[in-house]
């Protein structure tokens, strides 16, 4: 069994995954909660059951939430001493789709969205995961259907479209291809950090 892990977004979100079944789930919206939240739900979970792996949610989506998932996977895969690999939460997005081309908007800082196109036979991404205003996405996403947390923007700056404003199920893992859920257990931030170093000699 896998235990999946999906922080990245408003949803603090966990799976038990064999293969392509899902054996239980726990979902909840919590905004900025995940820290607080995601060791219980994992806890209520498993019920005393040991998954043989981890997946988790490399972002793109919140610094925090992406942070909070990635340390507590890293903390169970050396105390389970399991395998952990990564996913990224468009791709997670994208198998909502079906068997329909998608793009995935989700609202990041800023002001900015973090966009990508899927194709969905088999799922694939079509482009790289880039971080625009709207305007700028509505000029590079050609794709009708636009799911998460900013489609509706997206299609909005467009002008056309179908927004499907959803966030990311950890039960959705089991229907990603291999390659898209075998990623580094790394952070994918989607855009340079705020914070910039002071130039050579400035004190603070």
């Known amino acids: 069994m896998i235990l999946v892990i999906e922080t990245a977004t408003a949803a603090c979100s966990v799976a038990l995954i064999d293969g392509g079944d899902l054996v239980d789930d726990r979902h909840e919206i919590v905004g900025r909660g995940h820290a607080e939240r995601l060791l219980p739900l994992i806890e209520d979970l498993l019920q005393g059951r040991r998954p043989d792996s981890i997946l988790v949610d490399v972002g ?39 068997a329909r081309e998608a793009a995935v908007a989700i609202a990041g800082g800023h002001g900015q969205l973090f966009v990508q196109s899927f194709g969905n036979d088999p799922l694939e ?40 404003d959803i966030l990311p199920r950890a039960a ?19 855009r340079a950090p705020d914070a910039r170093p002071l130039p050579t000699g400035i004190m603070p």
């Open 172 to 190: 959705d893992a089991r229907l990603l291809p291999e390659a898209l859920r075998n990623l580094p257990p790394r952070p994918i931030y989607g």
């Open 125 to 164: 991404p079509l482009d790289p995961l880039r971080s625009l205003p709207p305007e700028e996405a509505a000029r590079v996403i050609g794709a009708e259907l636009v799911l998460g947390s900013g489609a509706a923007a997206l299609v909005a700056a467009r002008g056309r479209g179908e927004a499907v």
């Open 60 to 98: 793109p989506g919140s610094f925090t939430g992406v942070r909070v998932g990635l340390a507590a996977a890293q903390g169970l895969r050396i105390g389970w001493d399991v395998p952990l690999h990564g996913f990224s939460s468009t791709s997670l997005l994208a198998v909502q789709a079906g």
